[in-house]
């Protein structure tokens, strides 16, 4: 009989420590998600570093003039696929800063980008210098 009470005891104190343990890892997760919860994927941030960095290199992003003032100018100088290539530029330029403003979330930055992705592949993969 003294067996089996001091097996109710420990039984139920180890039901005790686990239930206590389980409370403490429950709090601690939800604690996370709650701090996680405005965080973006990772693997998203990276997938649209990636395509930012493939589209500037399509487009040649460093050359592009600062205004479509300056571009309207070069139009004459340059062939249409140049004017073709600003405007992508600064249809790029324009969705990076909605997105570090606010104004777009990551996905539908990412979907844009996709799609601006498929239209220079579109236009011929690259731009090339038109002299």
Do not use: W
């Amino acid at each position: 009989m003294d067996i089996f009470f001091l097996c109710a005891v420990v039984g139920a104190a180890i039901v005790i420590l686990i239930l206590k343990f389980d409370k403490k890892q429950s709090t601690k997760v939800n604690t996370l998600l709650k701090e996680a919860y405005n965080v973006p994927p990772l693997f998203q941030l990276k997938s649209t570093e990636q395509k930012i960095t493939l589209l500037k290199a399509a487009l040649r992003y460093d050359d592009a003039p600062q205004n479509m003032a300056t571009a309207g100018t070069m139009a004459d100088i340059y062939n249409q696929n140049e004017s073709r290539r600003q405007s992508k530029v600064q249809e790029l330029k324009l969705l990076s800063s909605k997105y570090n403003d606010g104004q777009i979330s990551i996905e539908v930055y990412n979907r844009k980008l996709d799609e601006l992705i498929a239209q220079v592949h579109a236009a011929g993969g690259a731009f090339e210098v038109a002299c």
